[in-house]
């Protein structure tokens, strides 16, 4: 993995070239991804939902662990955009015959594909491959082990900023394992980085890990403290096969301390929002009053994963066009 | 699964909406379903084999049960109308990560997709999803439990048409499974709609509802008088896992007691055509000299089964247009 | 199995109607389906990856056995030439219901699709399908058993003629598992059709067939032999399930006799060029360093697989639209 990861997401004049994750990109290119998936949006409500941005590129959803609702954001996305999409199910290709990750990507490479959408367990998957590809083609990294899931991070920033304006000056909660959570360590860099007030964490001890505090994110005891005037709750999933082991209590016991409720949510701000990456576990990480309420954004969070993920191919996409036609003058 | 399905599929013009169902539609809603396949046949003969009816609108075929045949025969009709389709196989999906059926929904909902094909183990699945997705989303039932099978229905319907001229004053027999076929169910409510002069039903008493009597059907207990005068044959298909139980004895039995054989047609119609569903067992519901004989229909059923599954396509999506338009007004 | 496979792929114009074996096409289609793939490898390095020549025909690819690999390499082809692709994994569909072969074909058949792209594990599957379709569909063979893998041994065809003009006059040797090699198959046939004035095959033993003299290629006994002078040089892919039989010594044993090292191409002509058709086992067919070194044209091989399938897919499709508009007149 490479040290400096915004040099090798950025081309030289500081356009994204690859989207593996948030740290190293400035609050002006966070927005400007913001504002592009603002203009995807509207894409979304048209009678024909389809732009031609990438007609005749061909996408490939490299997936190493299986993931439908992401696989499936990302190939509505690239299809909206008009481009090919190829699902690549490493499972069940190659790599399964003894190739290694390098020679996958070198043939599909071979084959003139644009872009390669990662989702891998191990950390580093993404840029690994980003530091190997050939110039003309972008990876996004769609989760890599406990390290990033930019997209989702960047469409919960896209969310807060239509709830609330801006993300300047607010404070956000993230409750769960934020130990083994990707979204939960792309999320707090990009909220420090657009300007959030102060970042709070609440977990189990054994869920949290060891350096929450150089993140920027302050870590609190009881979810009660957490939640005073707060202006965003983020629930993160709660890992099932986590339960069973020594990190956690039962699933009622953790509820009755970390769960959300319509009562708790009292003790935060008047307009709080709730947010989720889903597929939530639903009287365990919040009540289904909570989920189902006025407060929960979490499937406008979705909708916006359709418009982030345009953005980010778009803009990838776009820099990489522009990189070829300056080699060719 | 609510009570008047008719009330569900129509909107308030009396339009198809949702195709879930044969109950409650009327003989020209059928009939003008019929004539829309009938102007999309000749689109699988042309050159270039598109029309951009459903340009730019996302069809999720949803499966909850495997179906390789069913699922190909809608993608097709979606991508021949244009429609970009996502394959969701719910088996390998987030339900399995204890998501309900209805997070699902509403997560693909939130994706602004267009269209649900449902398939589902479950009676009244196809139903549950239509009455509770947003107004823009259109539900069309490929196949729920032991309940209904409507595009299967309409396609046969549309093939007896082809071959008959009209289903009114035919006699048709159906053989076979009655009691786990929503083939059946399905069609015997098309068949009485459409003016059918008698349905037959002939099966191992195991395998008769009890219900058979209410749907308009007569029993009958041997094949010899069923197929007498008989304009149409219908041969189910034989779920080789009831074999095994107490449902029925033998296959070589089976066949002596309804198999269809060349012998058995004297009996009926001098035109009487044979359709079954597929896939068939050969020697078992009927002898391969039946199924590639002059009488059977069965791959034009297949043909007819892309134009119909185009037509109920245009014709629900049509509807919904229409609906958000005069609520935009 | 036909015994005229010519035949079987050519029309009575002598235009390729379906791609199935090498056997009996003459150097001039040959040269043709190169210099067809010629003109779509620009297609590559386009800003739209795009040519129109499918639109609107449905491609299926049938596989019956899984290779990812091969898959993508087709369904880029087609969708490049603006086909629907349809993926039909029949291990997963209705054959496992106990439906044959060809009641299968027959009822793609009846969708209206145009072609049938076709893996099998039985040699002669892709022959016995073109052999019994409808005169609009063609059959392009994609590797049936151990008879023949044509569209690999035309890249790799195409693969030499880039780099050394011509096949003709040309020493080339193929090393490895030849008894089980598809592949091997038919380069031989093609490169004895296309003129290469030597053709030396070298393997174990026990991985030699029988037949091997018949085809036109030279037994040579020991690699250093086998390489002297030679201008190409390919290896096959060893099947590690062969290792543990009787077949083979050890891999190390197996490297130690035939890999081919920088040290042994030495021995070979001084522009040698190193094919293999994936995925390489490193360090077992060859050492890494002659993988990525500069005399292995290896990945060109990929990107070849896309301009050749293009190729073949174009030229039948158009072979069987003269044959449609002839029937017309």
């Given at each position: 993995?490479?040290?400096?990861?915004?040099?090798?997401?950025?081309?030289?004049?500081?356009?994204?070239?690859?989207?593996?994750?948030?740290?190293?990109?400035?609050?002006?290119?966070?927005?400007?991804?913001?504002?592009?998936?603002?203009?995807?949006?509207?894409?979304?409500e048209?009678?024909?939902?389809?732009?031609?941005?990438?007609?005749?590129?061909?996408?490939?959803?490299?997936?190493?662990e299986?993931?439908?609702?992401?696989r499936?954001?990302?190939?509505?996305?690239?299809?909206?955009?008009?481009?090919?999409?190829?699902?690549?199910?490493?499972?069940?290709?190659?790599?399964?015959?003894?190739?290694?990750?390098?020679?996958?990507?070198?043939?599909?490479?071979?084959?003139?594909?644009?872009?390669?959408?990662?989702?891998?367990?191990?950390s580093?998957?993404?840029?690994?491959?980003?530091?190997?590809?050939?110039?003309?083609?972008?990876?996004?990294?769609?989760?890599?082990?406990?390290?990033?899931?930019?997209?989702?991070?960047?469409?919960?920033?896209?969310?807060?900023?239509?709830?609330?304006?801006?993300?300047?000056?607010?404070i956000?909660?993230?409750?769960?394992?934020?130990?083994?959570?990707?979204?939960?360590?792309?999320?707090?860099?990009?909220?420090?980085?657009?300007?959030?007030?102060?970042?709070?964490?609440?977990?189990?001890?054994?869920?949290?890990?060891?350096?929450?505090?150089?993140?920027?994110?302050?870590?609190?005891?009881?979810?009660?403290?957490?939640?005073?005037?707060?202006?965003?709750?983020?629930?993160?999933?709660?890992?099932?096969?986590?339960?069973?082991?020594a990190?956690?209590?039962?699933?009622?016991?953790?509820?009755?301390?970390?769960?959300?409720?319509?009562?708790?949510?009292?003790?935060?701000?008047?307009?709080?929002?709730?947010?989720?990456?889903?597929?939530?576990?639903?009287?365990?990480?919040?009540?289904?009053?909570?989920?189902?309420?006025?407060?929960?954004?979490?499937?406008?969070?979705?909708s916006?994963?359709?418009?982030?993920?345009?953005?980010?191919?778009a803009?990838?996409?776009?820099?990489?066009?522009?990189?070829?036609?300056?080699?060719?003058?």
């Amino acid at each position: 993995m490479q040290n400096n990861p915004a040099g090798l997401q950025l081309d030289l004049s500081g356009c994204l070239r690859h989207f593996l994750s948030i740290a190293g990109l400035s609050r002006d290119l966070l927005t400007e991804m913001m504002d592009t998936a603002e203009s995807f949006g509207s894409v979304a409500e048209q009678a024909v939902k389809k732009v031609p941005l990438l007609r005749g590129k061909t996408v490939v959803n490299l997936f190493f662990e299986n993931s439908t609702r992401t696989r499936t954001t990302f190939e509505l996305a690239a299809k909206r955009l008009s481009a090919d999409v190829l699902n690549v199910n490493i499972a069940t290709s190659s790599t399964s015959k003894g190739e290694s990750l390098l020679d996958t990507i070198r043939n599909l490479e071979a084959m003139h594909v644009d872009m390669f959408v990662v989702r891998h367990s191990s950390s580093g998957a993404a840029h690994f491959i980003a530091s190997h590809v050939a110039p003309h083609i972008s990876v996004i990294n769609a989760g890599d082990g406990s390290h990033a899931h930019p997209t989702q991070a960047m469409l919960d920033m896209f969310t807060i900023r239509q709830y609330k304006g801006a993300i300047e000056g607010l404070i956000v909660v993230i409750v769960g394992d934020i130990r083994h959570s990707r979204v939960a360590r792309s999320q707090i860099r990009a909220l420090t980085t657009l300007g959030a007030k102060e970042v709070r964490v609440i977990a189990p001890r054994t869920l949290l890990p060891k350096d929450i505090q150089s993140l920027g994110a302050h870590v609190f005891e009881t979810i009660d403290h957490a939640l005073s005037g707060a202006d965003v709750v983020i629930g993160l999933r709660l890992q099932k096969e986590r339960m069973s082991g020594a990190f956690l209590p039962s699933e009622h016991e953790y509820f009755a301390r970390f769960g959300l409720t319509e009562q708790r949510l009292k003790l935060a701000s008047k307009d709080v929002i709730v947010m989720h990456p889903g597929p939530i576990n639903r009287e365990v990480e919040m009540e289904s009053r909570v989920v189902d309420g006025s407060r929960a954004v979490i499937l406008q969070q979705v909708s916006n994963g359709i418009a982030i993920r345009m953005a980010t191919m778009a803009m990838t996409m776009s820099t990489v066009n522009q990189m070829r036609s300056q080699q060719q003058k």
